[in-house]
């Protein structure tokens, strides 16, 4: 059986749906859905049993009347912001929008539609967004309070003995090491570049990274067990090597 069409509306996430009367499946418990209504006619997307109305049928409720730019609710959203680190900023409602341009302070603007910032300092930032329509500019600020991240400094690459004890302070939520350690302290046995990513109460994390070289161990060959009579006596050489310390 073929469909009967009826009302149709543009909804706010830019599809347009469709009151059928018969159709497929009993028709009249879906409404038809055309996906993407602004694409080039033969990439259009139509799906006929596209959106189930939990038994409902679709005359008692049937898609409104309204001009569906009532239903535009310009708005951004964003992640949890740390110091540091890029935040995805992202429109809520795309549907009909021509351009953007977002304004994240002095000389900071941007006209990518879901563009990434990063705030250099913690604190309270206005963000501006500007959102341009066929017919009207919409313009949403919100306040961004960004989070400070963790400070870690591992130091600079350099030399370290074997079994060296590699620490950073205490008071992180969490630690992790790309050797796969979770404690604070690991010890370095071989050498190599070390990352460390931590966490701090704000649930930002960071990361920093130090190459150690391992210095090689003296080699020291002494024998396991002299027998000395009462007045005899032995010398124990260790052949001299640059840099070396002997300790009796």
């Known amino acids: ?60 409720a049937p898609t409104p009347t309204f001009i569906q730019n009532y239903f535009f609710k310009t708005s951004f959203s964003f992640p949890k912001p740390c110091s540091g680190e890029p935040v ?3 429109v809520t409602n795309e549907a009909g929008l021509d351009s953007v341009r977002w304004d994240f302070g002095p000389e900071n603007f941007s006209t990518a539609l879901q563009p990434y910032y990063t705030f250099d300092e913690p604190g309270e930032y206005d963000v501006t967004l ?9 313009t949403i600020r919100k306040q961004v309070t960004v989070l400070p991240s963790p400070v870690l400094d591992l130091g600079l690459e350099t030399t370290v003995c074997f079994g060296h004890k590699l620490s950073v302070a205490e008071g992180f939520n969490s630690y992790l090491w790309n ?24 649930s930002c994390f960071t990361n920093d990274s130090v190459f150690l ?23 124990v050489d260790a052949t001299y090597t640059s840099g070396i310390i002997y300790t009796i």
Request: charged share 20%.
């Open 130 to 138: 500007l959102a341009f329509y066929p017919y009207r500019t919409d």
């Open 1 to 60: 059986m073929a469909s009967d069409f009826y009302e149709m509306q543009l909804a706010p996430d830019g599809k347009i749906y469709i009151t059928k009367g018969s159709g497929q499946a009993d028709g009249t418990k879906y409404l038809g859905i055309i996906e993407n209504p602004n694409d080039p006619a033969n990439s259009i997307i139509a799906s006929e049993l596209g959106l189930y109305l939990g038994g409902t049928d679709a005359f008692i």
């Open 213 to 235: 070289h391992v210095a090689e161990l003296p080699v020291i060959e002494l024998p396991d067990s002299m027998q000395l009579g009462t007045n005899d006596s032995i010398l």
């Open 88 to 90: 995805h900023f992202k």
């Open 179 to 202: 050797t796969g350690d979770s404690s604070r302290s690991i010890l370095i046995t071989q050498p190599g570049n070390y990352i460390l990513t931590v966490e701090n109460e704000h």
